[in-house]
């Protein structure tokens, strides 16, 4: 997946993600994204997934 199309999903995988309170599966993912009107294919899938993965382990940033 570009990093184009990969910015382009992300807000929308990031509702789901909201929406489904932080519990996201392809299944859950894929559907939504079908909703949207966008289809995607599972190595696309497991990229988005990664990375909304990768940004919940993040700490949250620190306050000053």
Same mark, same amino acid.
């Given at each position: 997946?570009?990093?184009?199309?990969?910015?382009?999903?992300?807000?929308? =995988? %990031?509702?789901?993600? $909201?929406? =489904?309170?932080?519990?996201v599966?392809?299944?859950?993912? %894929? $559907?939504?994204?079908?909703?949207?009107?966008?289809?995607?294919?599972?190595? $696309?899938?497991?990229?988005?997934? =990664?990375?909304? %993965?990768?940004?919940? $382990?993040?700490?949250?940033?620190?306050? %000053?």
């Amino acid at each position: 997946m570009s990093d184009q199309e990969l910015n382009r999903l992300l807000p929308i =995988a %990031r509702k789901t993600a $909201a929406d =489904a309170q932080g519990r996201v599966t392809r299944e859950v993912l %894929r $559907a939504h994204l079908k909703t949207e009107g966008v289809g995607i294919n599972n190595q $696309a899938l497991g990229q988005l997934l =990664a990375v909304l %993965r990768e940004a919940e $382990a993040k700490p949250p940033p620190t306050r %000053r």
